[in-house]
């Protein structure tokens, strides 16, 4: 509440900054506004931007670290029984404080001490919220102030908004940078707190997967198993029969698109192959799920063979189709950049068009054709859906394409799927295995692209 | 030169007329067959080519045409029509459940033992009456009186006025018993069932019930959620395209950046999942569910599609445009923001809509921060517990009903009819804005 009311006289403050400090720029010279520095408008963001910039910062920083300084206040305060605990019951204690003050029952009575503890939480929140309010608005009068007070003839207000500007375009194309490093340090850190209790030894050659962890200690079965070599196996399966489909089947339409089809025909082919491309992966798996898996299996039920109803083949198959668009317009872009020169002295040879596209346009276009193939397999191996809704969640080491595995991806979404504790090795694992699907795809790209870029340079 | 040429030709012995001579090697029979051989692998590639794009064609033909066939029909509802008397006892009790079934059993006198009439009370939808109870909230002068009313049939008699259930199959694998389907064929024998537009598809939640469950809590959610990513990823990579391509020095940093934004563009979606779940919910302590959580994942993930398309919509706009500009006199900001980027606008709007496609079609990091929940209200805001279209269908093709299949490929249809929309307003923006320089 407090929050939207700030974001609103922010607003407010910000449009009145602009106007005012327009309207004052140009009395300041009495109208005559050639005489100033900056055009008016210029001035005029100048105030808006004291007035807005300042609390908005405020504002950022604020609400990032507000949560987790209560927290600290109050759980400073609560007694020594229910913080001396370890790792375990502090998330659960911190849990408790946060669903309380929120008011989400938790199912059980609540300690009393907790209980005074989220109320306290609850308080301190909407304290810090109205101060911040109050800070919040306060700076950004006495900044709209300020920056109005500077306004004059001589103020150089171009070059100051221009240096905002840009440190804010800076600051936009650090986001990227940001993401990655967002990604590899969550994946790292909760990787290496699997790693604390599976050795990484074990996860990555071991070939027994079973996340399932028992509630209590003395329970069958009680430590999973996170041997994952079933399911780089499952995912490599799918691959190769991904790649099966895809591969021949893109190449050879991206070479009758950029060859054989007219220039009219190849502008309505192109985006109808890329429609398939434009198709939600759930729909892909649903699919796969009820079209394509009871095709294989009577296909294979009339050819005598034992098939599982949710087999490797239907889920990589679909998954070839999938991928078709991709390997054909990324090959379809390289076969183009191959200089016309080739062919026609190949032609010139008196080769017929087929020979030349074997033996001279392919050869030429093969990096290309090669990266292009390995995005495709990247894009395969993080395939997630289609998997999961298809192929089934059984952990099995076999190279059988018409029996059901799992994949990385089909497994990291199953593992975090509904209610799940934080610290158990089962949720953490999910991590674990996200680290290795990062890492290979990131290999895999990084060629890639690597080899797209120097191919490229050949020709220009 | 030209002397020397003539000289040559002049010189050179008249050649053989190649028709007199049976030696020549272009007329020997090994050439022939070679030649032949070579005209037909010439057509048999070219054969493949075309049967690999006629492949394609196919399986999206075959797949469209599928999910049609599935879903074409969840567009229509069956409904039963009865004659309710309107008891003011027990409407004051809200009982109408009770009004409902003493209606539907009058239309049946026959059937008097307990088990018959539990068929009977089968047919209606466990929906109905709420709608009886909300036609007599809107009008309350009906009480007392007898109406006709057309209430929701239960999903499997809608299922079988749909004919999807086989009739010729015994009884224990149809799954739908004798007595259902003679008490539907008498309510149909009498003009009592009938078949109307569903609404309900588009208004309501999610629900349990196939006959009550609707893709309008998911649409709500989905309309939040690309609001979300919206808001950040087009400012962010327009401002991150711009810096990149008109101010940014080439060194080291720059690489970088561009290095990783080629890298986050095919980094697999679920690792943007794990990052939210990571950063957002655990670090941050965003609630579970929400479209701001799912927005903000998308957002990170179309960014890299949007940086992409506007550096490549800026590179096209020529550098005199610039020089222009600062000939007389504007700054290079001034140059890029009257200038360069309305010219570059058209290109970064295309890109701007295949993110958002994109963005709208993804399932897997949605699973991650929680949006497979159950949801039977239509969110209210960013924060509120919401699903969008893909979950939504992801967790209908789980569902065990018949009625389900049906509204799933419904669900998907409509989703593909927004993104073919999307998609075309791309093309033809591309089209309508096309400029050679």
């Known amino acids: 509440m407090q929050l939207t009311l700030l974001a609103l006289i922010l607003a407010l403050l910000t449009v009145i900054g602009f106007l005012a400090g327009r309207s004052r720029a140009a009395a300041s010279v009495g109208g005559r506004v050639a005489e100033l520095h900056s055009v008016p408008s210029y001035h005029g963001v100048y105030v ?7 609390a908005l910062l405020l504002f950022v920083a604020w609400t990032a670290s507000e949560g987790w300084l209560v927290l600290q206040l109050v759980l400073s305060g609560l007694p020594e029984r229910l913080t001396a605990g370890d790792g375990q019951s502090a998330v659960l204690l911190k849990a408790d404080i946060l669903n309380l003050a929120r008011g989400i029952a938790t199912g059980r009575e609540p300690d009393p001490a907790v209980a005074e503890a989220a109320r306290r939480y609850a308080s301190f929140r909407d304290l810090a919220d109205w101060s911040l309010l109050a800070i919040g608005a306060s700076l950004a009068v006495a ?15 171009r070059p100051a908004v221009e240096r905002v500007v840009r440190v804010a375009l800076v600051v936009c194309s650090l986001v990227a940078i940001l993401t990655t490093v967002g990604i590899v340090l969550s994946l790292l850190f909760e990787a290496l707190r699997f790693f604390a209790v599976v050795s990484p030894l074990d996860f990555l050659f071991g070939t027994h997967w079973s996340p399932q962890m028992a509630m209590r200690a003395d329970q069958v079965g009680s430590s999973g198993s996170f041997g994952a070599i079933p399911l780089f196996a499952g995912t490599l399966l799918i691959t190769v029969v991904a790649m099966l489909v895809a591969v021949p089947v893109g190449l050879m339409a991206a070479i009758y698109m950029s060859e054989y089809a007219g220039r009219g025909m190849r502008t309505w082919l192109k985006p109808a192959l890329e429609i398939l491309a434009g198709i939600p992966t759930v729909v892909y798996g649903f699919f796969a799920a009820l079209t394509m898996a009871p095709f294989v299996r009577s296909v294979g039920e009339a050819l005598g063979l034992d098939v599982s109803s949710e087999s490797a083949l239907a889920a990589g198959i679909v998954m070839g189709v999938m991928i078709i668009p991709f390997v054909s317009s990324l090959s379809d872009d390289v076969i183009n950049a191959v200089p016309q020169s080739l062919r026609d002295g190949s032609y010139g040879l008196g080769a017929t068009k087929s020979e030349t596209i074997k033996q001279v346009v392919l050869p030429a276009a093969l990096p290309g054709i090669v990266a292009a193939v390995m995005l495709a397999i990247s894009r395969a191996i993080g395939e997630t859906m289609i998997v ?73 | 030169m030209t002397d020397l040429l003539e000289q040559d030709i002049s010189a050179a012995p008249p050649s053989p007329a190649p028709a007199a001579t049976s030696k020549s090697r272009h007329r020997s029979e090994a050439f022939a067959r070679r030649l032949r051989a070579r005209h037909a692998a010439e057509r048999r590639f070219r054969l493949a080519g075309a049967a690999a794009v006629a492949l394609a064609a196919l399986v999206l ?40 079934r003493r209606a539907l059993h009058a239309q049946f006198p026959q059937v008097t033992d307990r088990a018959g009439r539990r068929v009977l009370n089968e047919l209606l939808s466990s929906g ?84 009550q469950a609707g893709i309008g809590g998911a649409i709500v959610g989905s309309l939040l959620t690309l609001l979300v990513t919206m808001a950040l990823s087009v400012p962010v990579g327009v401002s991150a395209a711009v810096y990149l391509e008109e101010f940014a020095p080439k060194n080291r940093w720059t690489d970088l950046i561009e290095v990783n934004i080629n890298n986050l563009a095919a980094v697999p979606s679920i690792i943007f999942g794990l990052l939210g779940l990571a950063v957002f919910l655990g670090f941050f302590g965003m609630p579970r569910s929400a479209p701001l959580v799912g927005g903000l994942v998308m957002a990170l993930m179309t960014l890299p599609v949007i940086i992409i398309a506007s550096r490549v919509a800026l590179k096209s706009v020529p550098p005199s445009v610039r020089e222009a500009a600062l000939g007389i ?11 360069v980027l309305p010219l570059a606008m058209p290109g970064i709007l295309t890109g701007t809509i295949i993110g958002m496609a994109r963005a709208l079609g993804e399932t897997a990091p949605l699973l991650m921060i929680g949006m497979v929940a159950f949801i039977v209200d239509v969110p209210h805001g960013l924060t509120d517990s919401a699903t969008v279209l893909p979950v939504q269908i992801y967790m209908w093709a789980d ?39």
């Open chain 1, 48 to 54: 808006a931007l004291w007035a807005g910039l300042p």
């Open chain 2, 399 to 437: 569902s065990p009903e018949r009625a389900f299949t049906e509204r799933t490929s419904a669900a998907i249809l409509i989703l593909l009819g927004v993104l073919i929309l999307l998609n075309g307003a791309a093309v033809v923006l591309r089209k309508l804005f096309e400029r050679r320089w």
């Open chain 2, 128 to 211: 109905a009456p709420y709608e009886l109870e909300a036609m007599v909230a809107g009008d309350a002068s009906i009480i007392g009186t007898t109406r006709t009313v057309w209430v929701r049939a239960d999903d499997e008699i809608d299922q079988l006025v749909k004919g999807r259930y086989r009739r010729d199959l015994p009884e224990s694998e149809r799954g739908l018993s004798d007595a259902k389907i003679a008490a539907a064929d008498t309510l149909m024998a009498g003009g009592a069932l009938a078949q109307g537009f569903n609404t309900t598809l588009f208004t309501a939640g999610d629900s349990r019930e196939p006959e």
């Open chain 2, 61 to 100: 033909v075959l797949l469209l045409g599928s999910i049609v066939a599935r879903g074409g029909s969840a567009f229509w509802e069956t409904r039963i029509r009865l004659e309710v008397t309107l008891d003011p006892a027990e409407v004051a009790d809200r009982n109408y459940t009770v009004l409902l």
């Open chain 1, 143 to 157: 900044g709209l102030a300020w920056g109005r007070h500077r306004i004059g003839p001589d103020l150089r207000a």
């Open chain 2, 329 to 339: 006199g504007a700054s290079p900001l001034q140059t890029v923001l009257h200038h």
């Open chain 1, 388 to 460: 999961t809704m298809a192929s089934g969640l059984t952990a099995n080491l076999t190279a059988n394409p018409l029996q059901a595995v799992t994949t990385v991806t089909t497994q990291i979404a199953t593992l975090l799927v509904g209610d799940q504790e934080f610290d158990s090795p089962k949720t953490l694992s999910a991590f674990g295995l996200g680290l290795v699907l990062f890492l290979v795809t990131l290999c895999l790209n990084m060629v890639a692209l690597r080899v797209v870029r120097t191919y490229r340079e050949k020709y220009d």
